[in-house]
């Protein structure tokens, strides 16, 4: 794999449209921000919507089966099926699945936790975190790195490493 | 400063970069030296909290008589030391979840430290109603659980609501709180020179590389838990003041409760939040990030929450004598003149009027009035929830239960234990984990072109 770093993001952002173009790949970006302009779907807010609304419907039932059937417990007449006052159980239960789903869902996504990776060989990598724009090529193909390591002479990169893996 | 408008102070210092911003937060964790005031304060908060502990030994080994609850005020200390805790919580979230929502650049850089402080606080409030429980390690019969007594919780019961929304705050403010660091932690792990905090960062960090996919499923996870954090934490405060609404208890039976305790909670919580940044900025470094206009937007916001919390005071001397309900004449006078009038007075003086002092500019302006009416009101406070939880109980319909409450000496313990819970994890938090949550600010320096 080669792994090139630039100075800023708009050198990144250029390198990448320019590697696209050139179908080289796959390519990864490792950056201390988000990345502007990339597109910014994720399947995770449906999944907490989903989520919730289960949560909810599922507190709802268990309350309305447990005061109706399970344990009926009449007090002056009263309703039995006093669906206002399971609001605030549902709507608690419902937040409560939604986050923790959303939570896990990103971890299940993101392939997380994953605490060794081979990029994680380069120790110039550790600058992603701070103020280094990284654009990697994970391929292992001698043509296609080639062509990445032409290609990259025009891009102006502080920094271009080679690894294995 | 004074003539400044405070869209023109930065919100963040003009000579800072991201590479700059970065090494500032996250060399604080890394540095080894300058921490004589962390131990200062590190060593009388973990000696309060070990007092917390003997008392709640004591009082697992006696059992809970030997606090000053009574049959007539069976709420006492413990009740009124979790929704003030809780009220401080909920403020932090209001900053981070709900600035975040209305995309306000001040609230970047003090939603880490509103967040941290929220989770501490929570865990405070939450291990009260469990002690209070008087046989805590039968907790578990409030989960909704099929067991051999056939039995299930009281669904209809604020009592429960409250049980389940506590139980969603601390799980969520957890969870959020967690997403929101891990970035930070992965910049943590790849700057840490030792090995063993390479190890522990890199343990929690999980993996986190900050590759494009990662960020753009944080940053959507991120904004759908603010969205579904900001109606949680009104929730919460709402269902705590259920807690007493729903019960017969004059001086608590009234529509205005939740309302009133989310102002309650802004109030507390936002001046909180004012008190950590004025102790923290200077000792950790962080004024070019935490710089005056931070400070003067909460300012704001704390005398328009204690005008709320004016408006909800005359509402409730208003209705006892709109209502015509002689009980309720009869409690609120006692709360007014009597024998524990001073902490009516006190909640008035520290909550509504003394915080008037804010409308003036140059009393904003320094830094030392704001911390003693942040002080205030968080004693005001305190005062307010003594004033609801012990005084209404003190004379409720039935003239013969009528009496008098006085703490013991346990109770003061166990609660200034809790308050050496909180600045402990506090503390322990300023050590290890970035005070400044980076990758927002990182976002912010680049579009402010300090990139």
Known sequence: MILARFNAEAGLARALERFRAERIGPLQTYTPAPLQGEPATSPIPLIILIAGLTGATASFALQAWSYTVAYSFPIGGRPQFAWASFVPTLFENGVLVAIAAGFLSFLVINRLPRLYDPVDESAMLRRASRDGWFLQVATEEPELLDRALVLLRDLDPVHVEELAG | ?451
Request: proline share 6%; glycine share 8%; charged share 10%.
């Open chain 2, 1 to 451: 400063m004074s003539d400044v408008p405070l869209g023109a102070i930065p919100v963040v210092d003009p000579r800072e970069t991201i590479g700059s911003m970065t090494d500032r937060v996250s060399g604080v964790p890394l540095r080894t030296t300058g921490w004589r005031w962390w131990w200062m304060a590190l060593v009388p908060s973990a000696s309060l909290f070990a007092l917390g502990l003997l008392a709640v030994g004591w009082s697992f080994y006696r059992g809970i008589r030997v606090w000053g609850n009574d049959w007539l005020v069976m709420w006492g200390f413990p009740i009124l030391a979790y929704v003030w805790w809780i009220a401080i919580a909920s403020g932090g979230t209001f900053v981070s979840a709900f600035f975040f929502l209305v995309r306000v650049e001040w609230r970047t850089s003090i939603n880490r430290i509103a967040e941290t402080m929220t989770l501490f606080a929570a865990v405070c409030a939450g291990i009260y109603p469990i002690l209070h429980l008087g046989r805590p390690w039968l907790a578990y019969w409030l989960f909704p659980y099929p067991n051999t007594m056939t039995l299930w919780p009281q669904w209809k019961s604020p009592l429960l609501w409250d049980f389940m929304a506590l139980f969603t705050y601390v799980v969520a403010s957890v969870l959020f709180w967690y997403l929101g660091v891990m970035p930070d932690l992965a910049t943590m792990r790849d700057r840490a020179t030792r090995r063993t905090g390479q190890v522990l960062y890199g343990f929690f960090a999980m993996g986190f590389r900050g590759t494009g996919p990662q960020w753009r499923h944080l940053k959507a996870t991120y904004g759908a838990l603010a969205a579904i954090m900001a109606p949680l934490v009104v929730s919460v405060h709402s269902v705590v003041g259920l807690d007493f609404a729903g019960a017969a208890t004059p001086g608590w039976h009234s529509t205005e409760y939740p309302p009133f305790f989310v102002f309650g909670a802004l109030w507390s919580g936002l001046s909180t939040v004012m008190l950590l940044l004025l102790t923290l900025r200077r000792p950790l470094g962080l004024a070019p990030l935490i710089t005056e206009r931070h400070i003067q937007v909460l300012a704001k916001l704390m005398l328009t929450s204690s005008l709320c919390m004016s408006y909800a005071y005359i509402l409730d001397a208003f209705e006892p004598f709109y209502s015509g309900d002689a009980t309720e004449r009869i409690q609120f006078l006692n709360r007014v003149f009597g024998g524990y009038a001073f902490v009516y007075w006190g909640m008035i003086v520290c909550n509504c009027l003394f915080p008037l002092v804010l409308c003036v500019r140059r009393v904003r302006a320094s830094h030392l009035m704001l911390g003693i009416v942040a002080v205030g009101s968080i004693v005001g406070m305190w005062l307010e929830r003594f004033n609801i939880v012990v005084i209404s109980l003190q004379r409720t319909h039935l003239p013969s239960a009528w009496g008098r409450y006085v703490p013991a000496v346990f109770d003061w313990m166990i609660f200034v234990g809790t308050i050496g819970l909180f600045l402990t994890g506090f503390l322990l938090a300023v050590r290890l984990v970035p005070m400044v949550s980076m990758y927002e600010m990182r976002e912010l320096l680049a579009e402010k072109g300090q990139a």
